[in-house]
């Protein structure tokens, strides 16, 4: 319980820029994978992108370029900055870790936050 929790969610206008954050336990923050997800009403949970142990980021194309994934060790935080945000950007952002091989199935995940609401507006 609580072993992940994100922060940083807001309304904002297309164009603009947001921060999350997700505070990671000690106890799995050595996870191999820590990936951020998002999901809207009515559809499935999809993942945005993520970092594996060497500090290696990955993400999914409708993000490339705009999202930027990066680790505080020194805090055991996740961030995720988002940049030029869409409407389509709008929806429920979450944090998951889990031990083996990296993907983007977020069943494969183990480990949640509760979520943090990003609102986009044009």
């Known amino acids: 319980q609580g072993q992940l929790m994100e922060s940083g969610g807001d309304s904002v206008q297309a164009g603009g820029s947001l921060t999350l954050s997700c505070v990671v336990s000690?106890?799995?923050?050595?996870?191999?994978?820590l990936t951020w997800f998002r999901q809207v009403p009515g559809r499935e949970r999809a993942a945005v992108g993520g970092?594996?142990?060497?500090?290696?980021?990955w993400y999914v194309d409708s993000v490339k370029g705009r999202f930027t994934i990066s680790k505080d060790n020194t805090k055991n935080t996740l961030y995720l900055q988002m940049n030029m945000l869409k409407p389509e950007d709008t929806a429920l952002y979450y944090c998951?870790?889990?031990?083996?091989?990296?993907?983007?199935?977020?069943?494969?995940?183990?480990?949640w936050g509760q979520g943090t609401q990003v609102t986009v507006s044009s």
């Open positions: 970092t594996v142990t060497d500090d290696k980021t």
């Open positions: 998951a870790a889990k031990e083996d091989a990296c993907n983007a199935n977020p069943a494969r995940y183990k480990y």
């Open positions: 000690s106890v799995i923050y050595s996870s191999r994978c």
